[in-house]
């Protein structure tokens, strides 16, 4: 079992930043597969970034690209989300999700464990 908790979400205007964190605790941190996932009130749950085991190569969804940056310290366990340029479409409810099989996936269902996610609002 893997606990994920996120942190650092709020409220910010558009062209402006913020650093979401994840911490997990539970078994080795560093045998998952991170992503970044959100929801916007009433819509799906959709991609955002993920990142592999080492942290060596990082993937994102196109609507984040270039915006958005994922990175992991392996050593205090933690995921994050460095969300630059901010958008009001960006806003959401930003949920982190582990993954321990093979491969980087972009489906929420490929993932096996989930933080309780954390408020992002970009006013415009």
């Known amino acids: 079992q893997v606990h994920l908790v996120e942190s650092g979400g709020g409220l910010v205007q558009a062209g402006g930043s913020l650093r979401l964190s994840c911490t997990a605790s539970?078994?080795?941190?560093?045998?998952?597969?991170m992503g970044w996932f959100r929801q916007a009130a009433g819509k799906e749950r959709e991609f955002v970034a993920a990142?592999?085991?080492?942290?060596?190569?990082?993937y994102y969804a196109d609507s984040v690209k270039g915006r958005f940056t994922i990175s992991r310290d392996n050593a205090k366990n933690t995921v994050y989300l460095q969300m630059n340029s901010l958008k009001p479409e960006d806003t959401a409810v930003y949920y982190c999700?582990?993954?321990?099989?093979?491969?980087?996936?972009?489906?929420?269902?490929?993932?096996?464990?989930w933080g309780q996610g954390t408020q992002v609002t970009v006013s415009s």
């Open positions: 999700a582990a993954r321990s099989a093979m491969y980087i996936m972009t489906d929420a269902y490929e993932y096996d464990y």
């Open positions: 990142i592999t085991r080492s942290g060596g190569n990082t």
């Open positions: 539970g078994r080795t941190f560093s045998n998952y597969r």
